[in-house]
């Protein structure tokens, strides 16, 4: 059974940085998501299983990193330059049995509870 926990969100002042990571019960593709109040679930980021691609959303390219630790199934998203706009739940999600990444929540078929991240505006 698939299982992802997050831990790292927290307030930050607008300028700084929060490392989210996600511990996972093995290696699969993994996705960072996000979710505002009022707001639709969006794609951050994505890394896959194999080769460890990387991919971002338009919002958070440049600022924030995703990357992988393979040997502790973790995954981290170094989120750099925070803005008040970045204030949302993050989830990680992951997709265990099709290759590849998708920017599309539905893609995914386990997810993390979440962890929320405030940037004060």
């Known amino acids: 059974q698939v299982q992802l926990v997050e831990s790292g969100g927290g307030l930050v002042q607008a300028g700084g940085s929060l490392r989210l990571s996600c511990a996972a019960s093995?290696?699969?593709?993994m996705g960072w998501f996000r979710q505002a109040p009022g707001k639709e679930r969006e794609f951050v980021a994505a890394?896959?299983?194999?080769?460890?691609?990387?991919f971002y959303s338009d919002s958070v390219k440049g600022r924030f990193t995703i990357s992988r630790d393979n040997a502790k199934n973790t995954v981290y998203l170094q989120m750099n330059s925070l803005k008040s706009e970045d204030t949302a739940v993050y989830c990680c999600?992951?997709?265990?049995?099709?290759?590849?990444?998708?920017?599309?929540?539905?893609?995914?078929?386990?997810w993390g509870q979440g962890t929320q991240v405030t940037v004060p505006s």
């Open positions: 999600a992951a997709e265990p049995k099709s290759s590849g990444w998708s920017a599309d929540p539905s893609w995914y078929n386990y």
């Open positions: 890394i896959t299983r194999s080769a460890g691609n990387t």
């Open positions: 093995g290696r699969y593709n």
